[in-house]
Nanobody
């Protein structure tokens, strides 16, 4: 199973980042995909999903700021994050929805105030 997230970094509040995640073809083509995040001391939470047909859902905390998309030719799912806030600081992971038992290493996003 491949769930390779990248694109994180340190950004000031109000800035933008674009996360990418390469997903195994066996999962990508048959499962809805999602971006999850886990902040220090908190449980992992689902923030955005995209179905195999392209339908999307965004959590209330990121609605209007984040966009999820997928490139079927590249087996890649993206998370465009705009107007970032310090509370968006977390490790971001991609996985299927519902999530599988295997998680990738994630990518750290740090938003400074």
């Amino acid at each position: 199973v491949q769930l390779q997230a990248s694109g994180g970094g340190l950004v000031q509040a109000g800035g933008s980042l674009r996360l990418s995640c390469v997903v195994s073809g066996s999962i990508f083509s048959v499962r809805a995909l999602g971006w999850y995040r886990q902040a220090p001391g908190k449980q992992r939470e689902l923030v955005a999903t995209i179905s195999i047909y392209g339908g999307t859902w965004l959590g209330d905390s990121v609605k209007g700021r984040f966009t999820i998309s997928r490139d079927n030719a590249k087996n890649t799912v993206y998370l465009q994050m705009n107007s970032l806030k310090p509370e968006d600081t977390a490790v971001y992971y991609c996985n299927s929805v519902p999530s599988g038992s295997v998680w990738g290493q994630g990518t750290q996003v740090t938003v400074s105030s």
